[in-house]
């Protein structure tokens, strides 16, 4: 049973309150490109940051860092789906779950900053030049932001599974260091105590017939000294 229509009112204020500030962000930023610099310009903002930072005017008919060029229709229909999707299933969300709900936030924003672009322009504006990086805008680094936000949660569990597994190859490695240094060899992985074991119980098999030996002989020596003493009788 869905809840009245006045109940969501809360939920769609904040996800179209942070989607409207990226679009604005985004379509703003865009438009001061357009103005002041040609297609392919190059404007540094920071003379010596020039090797790490750059703005340029530079236009993409793919997706996101300009992969997949000319999909523009693609991309287009695509856009328009992630966006219904995200608003019909951001009230599922619980108010709790404010990192899901902001990543949703952002990710709205910035397709829709993305989609107004290819429906307007047939292309998007992307601007900022990073090292090497693939050029991108305002709407590009607010969906990846969306992505890491998604991504938090599961951070804790991540970074336990990684010491988990550094303290299980920390502990084989000194248990092979230890196998290595041992000063008697074990095959087919037999515990050493086995092998200890076997030594002792051979040295006590030796030391049980040697005692045997003896005792025989001196019951022979004993019977020996009887027999003298009756003859000399």
Known sequence: MRKPLHQYLPDYTYLLSLASFVVLLDQLTKFLVRVNLTFTDIWVPFGSLARFFRIVHWRNTGAAFGIFQNGNIIFILLGIFVTLAIINFYPVIPRHDRWLRAALALQLG???????????????????????????????????????????PFLPQVFDELESSRQLRLAQQINQRNRSSL?????????????????????????????????????????LQHRKGISRV
């Open 110 to 152: 910035g397709a829709v900053g993305n989609l107004i672009d290819r429906i307007l322009q047939g292309h998007v504006t992307d601007f900022f030049s990073v090292m090497n990086f693939p050029v991108f805008n305002i709407a590009d680094a607010s969906i990846s932001a969306g992505v890491v936000l998604i991504l938090v």
């Open 183 to 223: 000063p008697m060899k074990v095959e087919n992985d037999e515990p050493i105590t086995l092998g200890l074991i076997e030594v002792i119980w051979a040295d006590a098999e030796i030391v049980q017939r040697f005692t045997l030996r003896q005792d025989v002989l001196r019951i022979r020596r004993r019977n």
